[in-house]
């Protein structure tokens, strides 16, 4: 009970924050019919920037850190993924006329990661005073690439399977390859290894951090845009996508927070970790998952697995999940 209690204060407070604020926002302008546009390329840009800025926190911060202390999490981030993407097959498996390539994939892309839901989930906790190890974001790849990786796996088998005969190969290099070419795990790692192996204080906090929170508003609003649109992609597939991205959220992020639980047990992984850790399972791609599942599972179709995690899952994780897991973290840490 206290859980939920904190939960609901928080999800009203939360109401008022810029982060879910804008994302609604954006939902009701495309809902009233606006005609405002906000280009593809600002888009990526505005990613890029977050993505630079998380990566360079995280590079000064794993290069004083104890790199022990990242094994467990790390190893965990890969196993969630891994998980992920079993379950949600597993799921679509026992669904009454579902193409298992649909479902694979639609499991596939909430296995990976979002890099808006990071992003917001940071601010939330900074916001919040809650602290954490600013290494955790280096999370991401440890969980998106071997989800992804997964999917495509899982289709190719199910493919042989249903056509002895096919000789297609998965190229897991090429897809590690593309997986890290995408422009979220690109800038992201390279805001890493700027903040590793160079002196990029001052341009951090003279650029990047000033323009986090007016970027990430921004980012907030398109996704609210693109998730009312892609509605109407939802509704001409089975329901059993909307329903699965209403639910899926919530039971990842319970899954990361027991693994969170465990290392915060085992090796000290803090508060605000375990929270991001829940924040990052619960979370599904809409940057780089969609163009690596369009490639390796050309015939899944992008209205069930795209749709699911634009309309639904990312304003899930995003509106629920945050508050959720930071109410609960609260309450299990008494922090």
Request: one cysteine or more.
């Amino acid at each position: 009970m206290d859980v939920l209690l904190e939960f609901f204060l928080r999800f009203g407070s939360q109401l008022q924050s810029p982060t879910l604020a804008f994302l609604i926002g954006g939902a009701l302008l495309a809902a009233s019919g606006s005609r405002l546009s906000i280009p593809n390329s600002i888009y990526q840009f505005i990613v890029f920037v977050l993505l630079m800025r998380i990566g360079m926190q995280g590079g000064i911060e794993i290069r004083e850190a104890n790199l022990a202390e990242m094994l467990l999490p790390a190893l965990f981030a890969i196993g969630i993924g891994l998980v992920i993407v079993v379950l949600g097959g597993v799921f679509f498996s026992w669904v009454p006329r579902i193409r298992s390539e649909d479902g694979i994939a639609t499991a596939g892309l909430f296995g990976a990661v979002s890099a808006s839901t990071l992003a917001a989930a940071i601010i939330v906790l900074e916001e919040e005073s809650m602290q954490f190890e600013a290494w955790v974001p280096a999370l991401y790849p440890f969980m998106d690439i071997p989800a992804l990786i997964l999917a495509i796996v899982l289709a190719h088998l199910h493919r042989l399977k249903e056509h002895p005969g096919a000789k297609r190969v998965v190229a897991v290099g090429e897809i590690l390859k593309e997986s890290i070419r995408g422009p979220a795990l690109s800038a992201l790692i390279l805001g890493l290894v700027l903040g590793l192996l160079t002196r990029v204080d001052s341009v951090l906090a003279t650029f990047y951090d000033p323009l986090f929170r007016g970027f990430l508003s921004i980012l907030m609003l398109i996704l609210g845009m693109e998730a009312y649109t892609r509605l109407t992609e939802l509704r001409s597939v089975a329901p059993w996508f909307a329903l699965y991205a209403l639910v899926a959220p919530v039971v990842h992020g319970a899954i990361g927070f027991t693994f969170g639980y465990i290392a915060h047990l085992l090796v000290g992984f803090s508060p605000g970790g375990v929270v991001l850790l829940s924040v990052i399972a619960a979370s599904n791609s809409d940057i780089s998952g969609p163009p690596t599942l369009r490639g390796g599972i050309p015939e899944a179709n992008p209205s069930a697995y795209i749709g699911a995690s634009t309309a639904v899952g990312t304003p899930m994780a995003i509106a629920v999940c945050i508050p959720l897991f930071h109410s609960l973290a609260q309450v299990v840490f008494q922090v």
